[in-house]
């Protein structure tokens, strides 16, 4: 991440050299200038617009995970736009536009609920919230629809411990008809 963030840095102040030599200091200085001033009227203007969005979300009771995303991006770009370069102005700007921002906030937006569902089947699991996914480590036995048949004792089959009874799709469980039960 460091070596990232000097990349960055490095390229950064390559672009305003660049750019200075080009066309002096007083043009970039007012190009510099300029991008802040835009960026800072599409930051209020999108930020009303997102905190609208939010208190809608709460109103109609439904968990705001795309509204919180905006925010969190437009707390970036806000950054973005306040770093002096160009690189940065243009990222912020980027971040400052309404279909962009739909999608990485849709991608963040995404990632909550999934960490937020898995910190409930922590908490339900007796695990720290924040353990990351649940894994259920064991076998799938068949029973044919029938709930209580024997289980087999080879073949790799647990002979005890925990077992959840639900849905488990793509390693998660998602759906259980009780917690664990030990058999």
Same mark, same amino acid.
């Given at each position: 991440?460091?070596?990232?963030?000097?990349?960055?840095?490095?390229? +950064?102040?390559?672009?305003?050299?660049? =750019?200075?030599?080009?066309?002096?200091?007083?043009?970039?200085? %007012?190009?510099?200038?300029?991008?802040?001033?835009?960026?800072?009227?599409?930051?209020?203007?999108?930020?009303? #617009? &997102?905190? *609208?969005?939010?208190?809608?979300?709460?109103?109609?009771?439904?968990?705001?995970?795309?509204? =919180?995303? !905006?925010?969190?991006?437009?707390?970036?770009?806000?950054?973005?736009?306040?770093?002096?370069?160009?690189? &940065? !102005?243009?990222?912020?700007?980027?971040?400052?536009?309404?279909?962009? #921002?739909?999608?990485?906030? *849709? #991608?963040?937006? #995404?990632? &909550?609920? +999934?960490?937020? *569902?898995?910190?409930?089947?922590?908490?339900?699991?007796?695990?720290?919230? %924040?353990? %990351?996914?649940?894994?259920?480590?064991?076998?799938?036995? !068949?029973?044919? %629809?029938?709930?209580?048949?024997?289980?087999?004792?080879?073949?790799?089959?647990?002979? /005890?411990?925990? *077992?959840?009874? /639900?849905?488990?799709? !793509?390693?998660?469980?998602?759906? /259980?008809? &009780?917690?664990?039960?030990?058999?």
């Amino acid at each position: 991440m460091f070596a990232l963030l000097l990349v960055a840095v490095g390229v +950064e102040i390559a672009t305003l050299v660049a =750019v200075t030599v080009n066309l002096g200091f007083l043009p970039t200085l %007012g190009l510099l200038i300029l991008g802040g001033v835009a960026g800072s009227f599409l930051l209020r203007r999108e930020g009303a #617009r &997102s905190m *609208a969005a939010f208190n809608e979300a709460l109103r109609n009771r439904r968990e705001p995970h795309e509204e =919180v995303a !905006d925010g969190v991006l437009l707390v970036a770009a806000g950054l973005l736009i306040v770093l002096p370069g160009f690189i &940065s !102005d243009v990222a912020g700007l980027l971040l400052l536009l309404p279909p962009v #921002r739909r999608a990485v906030g *849709a #991608r963040i937006a #995404r990632r &909550s609920r +999934e960490r937020a *569902a898995n910190a409930v089947l922590n908490q339900r699991f007796g695990r720290p919230p %924040g353990a %990351g996914n649940v894994v259920v480590d064991g076998v799938i036995i !068949d029973l044919g %629809g029938q709930r209580g048949a024997p289980r087999p004792r080879s073949g790799g089959a647990p002979l /005890g411990g925990n *077992a959840i009874e /639900g849905v488990v799709l !793509d390693s998660r469980v998602v759906d /259980g008809d &009780s917690g664990p039960t030990t058999r």
